[in-house]
């Protein structure tokens, strides 16, 4: 399984910034991947609020970056969060 579902959260992950994403949303969304693939619980991942449960995928799980965008991704217990992606709710 691939940690990261698309090119836009890799180059966020990876440089802080990506070229089609505003700024503040990409050093938002930078500052929650780093600690989000450390993660092997659920539990250090709710640290940044609430987890939802993705209303379009069965399974998928999303964490608030900013207003109606998130950080969603696949959790596998004891190994942490697979397809990771920025989405807009």
């Known amino acids: ?5 698309d090119d836009i959260i890799e180059e966020i992950y990876w440089t802080r910034f990506a070229g089609c994403v ?8 930078h500052k929650i ?11 250090d991942v709710d640290v940044y609020g609430p987890i939802f449960r993705w209303p379009n995928s069965a399974g ?6 900013d207003g109606k965008w998130y950080l969603t991704f696949d959790w596998v ?3 942490g969060a ?4 920025l989405e807009r709710r």
């Open 22 to 29: 505003e700024q503040h949303l990409s050093i938002k969304a």
């Open 33 to 43: 991947a780093h600690p989000l693939l450390a993660a092997r619980s659920l539990q």
């Open 60 to 65: 998928r799980l999303g964490v608030p970056v």
């Open 77 to 79: 217990e004891g190994e």
């Open 1 to 5: 399984m691939e940690r990261f579902a």
């Open 82 to 85: 697979f397809a990771i992606r």
